[in-house]
C-alpha cells in the first residue's frame, strides 16, 4: 500500500510541474500573411495538408505574379490541392490582393485543371477581400477561386475585379468568381464581379459571369452583381452562371433562378 501510495503521490508532482507528457487541444489558429512570401508560405501549407482548417488573415495589400509553365505546379501559385483544399476560413480585411497568375503549361482537365488565387476548396469561408489582376489557364479558370470541391463554401463581402482568360483545354468554362461548383454548395453574398471575361478558343465555349459551372450542387446568391464585361467565342454565357440539368437549385436574393442550362 505505501509503494502504491508513493507512485501516486510522484505521478501526481510530475503532472504538476510538467514533467509527464500531457494532451492539450488547443484552438485553431490564426495566422497574418502581411507579405508576399507569407502568402506563399500560406500556400506551401495548405498544399502540403498543413493548418487547413485554421484562420488566415491578410493584414496588407499585396501583389503576387506566378508563371506556370511545367507539370509541377508550384506550391506558391494558388491556395489549395485535389489532394488538399483550402478548409479554413480566409479573411482579407478589406485589404487588396493583386495577381498575376498564368497557367502557360497544359497537358489535359485531370493533370492541370483551372488557375485562381484559390485553386481547390471545400467547405472554406473566403470573405472581406478585393481581388484585381490577371488569371489566365484552361477551363474553370476563374477570378478567385477554380473549384468548390465540396461541403458548403461561403464567399461574401468580396470584390473580384480580375480579369479572366481561358486559352487552352478541353473544358472551355469560365467563371468570374468561381469556376466550378461541384457536387457542393456554395453561398455567394455581397459579391461583385467587375473585370472581363475572355474565352478565346472555339470548341465549346461557355462563361458565367458569378459561377462559371455548376452541377450536382446548390447555388445561393444573396446581394450579388456580374458588372464586367465578356469577349470572345462562346456558346453560352450567363451573367449568373452556366448550370449543368443536374444541379439541385439556385436561389438568388431568396428567389429561385434559372440560369442557362448546357
Request: aromatic content about 8%; overall charge negative; proline content about 3%.
Amino acid at each position: 500500500m505505501k509503494t502504491k501510495k508513493l507512485i501516486a503521490i510522484l505521478i501526481a508532482v510530475c503532472m504538476t510541474f510538467g514533467i509527464l507528457p500531457m494532451t492539450s487541444f488547443a484552438e485553431d489558429e490564426v495566422h497574418v500573411i502581411a507579405s508576399v512570401g507569407d502568402w506563399e508560405a500560406f500556400a506551401a501549407h495548405i498544399a502540403k495538408g498543413e493548418y487547413t482548417n485554421d484562420t488566415w488573415k491578410l493584414d496588407a495589400d499585396i501583389s503576387v505574379t506566378v508563371k506556370v509553365n511545367t507539370t509541377d505546379y508550384p506550391a506558391h501559385a494558388t491556395v489549395g490541392t485535389e489532394a488538399h483544399p483550402f478548409t479554413g476560413t480566409f479573411d482579407g480585411q478589406g485589404h487588396t490582393l493583386t495577381v498575376d497568375i498564368r497557367d502557360e503549361y497544359y497537358l489535359n482537365e485531370q493533370t492541370n485543371p483551372g488557375a485562381a488565387p484559390f485553386r481547390f476548396i471545400a467547405g472554406a469561408t473566403i470573405k472581406n477581400l478585393t481581388v484585381k489582376g490577371y488569371v489566365s489557364g484552361a477551363g474553370h479558370t476563374a477570378g478567385l477561386v477554380s473549384y468548390n470541391q465540396s461541403g458548403s463554401s461561403v464567399i461574401e463581402n468580396c470584390l473580384v475585379y480580375t480579369d479572366v482568360t481561358r486559352n487552352k483545354g478541353a473544358n472551355q468554362r469560365i467563371g468570374g468568381v468561381l469556376g466550378h461548383n461541384n457536387s457542393s454548395v456554395i453561398t455567394m453574398r455581397n459579391v461583385v464581379y467587375g473585370g472581363t471575361l475572355i474565352n478565346s478558343v472555339y470548341n465549346h465555349n461557355v462563361a458565367g459571369g458569378l459561377i462559371g459551372w455548376s452541377d450536382r450542387s446548390t447555388v445561393i446568391l444573396d446581394n450579388c452583381l456580374f458588372n464586367g464585361s465578356f469577349t470572345g467565342n462562346v456558346e453560352a454565357f450567363s451573367p449568373i452562371l452556366i448550370q449543368n440539368p443536374s444541379i439541385d437549385s439556385i436561389l438568388h436574393d431568396g428567389i429561385s433562378a434559372t440560369c442557362i442550362t448546357r
